[in-house]
């Protein structure tokens, strides 16, 4: 009886080993963060784009703060409307990690993710550890988030009350479907801290398909400036590594066809329903596109069903962002499912509606 019981606490301690190693590997590196999505029921194939948000208050600035966070596909994060960085899922890509304690305040602080899918699904994970002498706050993804679908302007004033949006889908935590968070956390610089100028570096010249060979002078550009078309390729003059901004006329609420595929290279690339090393999902109501990493180019070519104004390049320290962003295995599926090919392809389907507007037929 004795032998019986020892044995079965000695199994007892091993599988209290192996939860702890498992809790080590997988649930602790997250903290209690869980992954969220837009309101289930209402995902479709295809290009989405929403806000998720969170308020949090401090009593006192810390000593000490992180944010962690991953996405799939990506996702842009502010702290107090202070662009923090980007995050595009990898399998086996740790978890990025940045300091943001200069970015938060006493009193109200209020995260916000623009979080981007081709695919109509994804998910978003997050938590925020700020460290006082007296208290932490950890402020994790989970049903407390509100999900907008539409840009509202208190969403970018932290003064303002935050308005009322729908809860996430909330998938739960990691390791959840095709989610196998590992390992600890990277540590990488904000967007801030990454870039080697202050100011934007904007494309000299721009050339439209049907003048293939003449090149036009592209002065500065702002929200203000009028569309330069559905198919336009940007000279910035010398290869740079940067954070690719695309400037787009004022959109209406209800414009749906918020896509479109970038194409990037140390020479103009001769474009005809080729792999795009980006699909671009325009944010609700916004008139920038900021790329979710840095990536190494000269020549930037857009071809996308909401015409494009401008382009602008934000430097940053090509060797660090060599060594960060290192190119991983890019996911398919969802939930650990494959996935088919249940339709067209986003480049065939750009491509197809390109070739009904005579904008792009003519180079107006």
């Given at each position: 009886?004795?032998?019986?019981?020892?044995?079965?606490?000695?199994?007892?301690?091993?599988?209290?080993?192996?939860?702890?190693?498992?809790?080590?590997?997988?649930?602790?590196?997250?903290?209690?963060?869980?992954?969220?999505?837009?309101?289930?029921?209402?995902?479709?194939?295809?290009?989405?784009?929403?806000?998720?948000?969170?308020?949090?208050?401090?009593?006192?600035?810390?000593?000490?703060?992180?944010?962690?966070?991953?996405?799939?596909?990506?996702?842009?994060?502010?702290?107090?409307?202070?662009?923090?960085?980007?995050?595009?899922?990898?399998n086996g890509q740790s978890?990025?990690?940045?300091?943001?304690?200069?970015?938060?305040?006493?009193?109200?602080?209020?995260?916000?993710?623009?979080?981007?899918?081709?695919?109509?699904?994804?998910?978003?994970?997050?938590?925020?550890?700020?460290?006082?002498?007296?208290?932490?706050?950890?402020?994790?993804?989970d049903g407390d988030w509100?999900?907008?679908?539409?840009?509202?302007?208190?969403?970018?004033?932290?003064?303002?009350?935050?308005?009322?949006?729908?809860?996430?889908?909330?998938?739960?935590?990691?390791?959840?479907?095709?989610?196998?968070?590992?390992?600890?956390?990277?540590?990488?610089?904000?967007?801030?801290?990454?870039?080697?100028?202050?100011?934007?570096?904007?494309?000299?010249?721009?050339?439209?398909?049907?003048?293939?060979?003449?090149?036009?002078?592209?002065?500065?550009?702002?929200?203000?400036?009028?569309?330069?078309?559905?198919?336009?390729?940007?000279?910035?003059?010398?290869?740079?590594?940067?954070?690719?901004?695309?400037?787009?006329?004022?959109?209406?609420?209800?414009?749906?066809?918020?896509?479109?595929?970038?194409?990037?290279?140390?020479?103009?690339?001769?474009?005809?329903?080729?792999?795009?090393?980006?699909?671009?999902?325009?944010?609700?109501?916004?008139?920038?596109?900021?790329?979710?990493?840095?990536?190494?180019?000269?020549?930037?070519?857009?071809?996308?069903?909401?015409?494009?104004?401008?382009?602008?390049?934000?430097?940053?320290?090509?060797?660090?962002?060599?060594?960060?962003?290192?190119?991983?295995?890019?996911?398919?599926?969802?939930?650990?499912?494959?996935?088919?090919?249940?339709?067209?392809?986003?480049?065939?389907?750009?491509?197809?509606?390109?070739?009904?507007?005579?904008?792009?037929?003519?180079?107006?």
């Amino acid at each position: 009886m004795w032998l019986a019981l020892l044995l079965a606490l000695g199994a007892l301690v091993s599988l209290q080993a192996v939860l702890q190693r498992i809790l080590e590997a997988y649930v602790l590196p997250t903290r209690q963060a869980q992954w969220i999505w837009i309101t289930e029921g209402e995902v479709e194939p295809g290009p989405v784009a929403f806000y998720a948000v969170r308020d949090f208050d401090l009593s006192q600035l810390p000593k000490q703060a992180t944010l962690t966070t991953t996405a799939d596909e990506e996702a842009l994060v502010f702290l107090n409307a202070v662009p923090v960085g980007g995050s595009r899922y990898r399998n086996g890509q740790s978890l990025k990690q940045y300091d943001v304690l200069e970015a938060l305040e006493v009193g109200t602080n209020r995260l916000m993710v623009e979080v981007r899918s081709v695919r109509g699904i994804g998910g978003l994970l997050l938590y925020l550890d700020a460290i006082g002498a007296e208290e932490k706050t950890s402020i994790v993804t989970d049903g407390d988030w509100q999900i907008f679908r539409q840009p509202e302007d208190a969403l970018f004033d932290v003064t303002l009350p935050l308005p009322h949006g729908e809860a996430p889908t909330v998938w739960g935590p990691a390791p959840v479907g095709r989610w196998l968070v590992t390992g600890q956390p990277q540590t990488i610089p904000t967007i801030a801290e990454l870039r080697t100028t202050q100011g934007a570096l904007g494309a000299e010249r721009f050339r439209l398909p049907a003048d293939n060979r003449r090149w036009q002078q592209l002065g500065k550009t702002d929200r203000s400036s009028a569309p330069l078309g559905h198919w336009v390729t940007f000279d910035f003059g010398q290869e740079v590594m940067a954070y690719l901004a695309l400037r787009f006329p004022s959109q209406s609420p209800e414009d749906s066809q918020t896509m479109g595929l970038l194409y990037l290279g140390s020479q103009p690339r001769i474009l005809n329903r080729s792999r795009a090393e980006r699909h671009v999902v325009i944010m609700p109501g916004q008139r920038i596109w900021l790329d979710a990493k840095p990536r190494r180019f000269r020549y930037a070519s857009y071809v996308g069903l909401t015409p494009v104004s401008g382009a602008d390049a934000y430097s940053v320290d090509g060797a660090r962002a060599d060594e960060i962003w290192a190119t991983g295995h890019v996911t398919t599926g969802a939930f650990g499912l494959p996935v088919g090919q249940l339709g067209p392809s986003l480049e065939d389907i750009v491509w197809r509606e390109l070739h009904g507007l005579t904008s792009v037929t003519s180079g107006e």
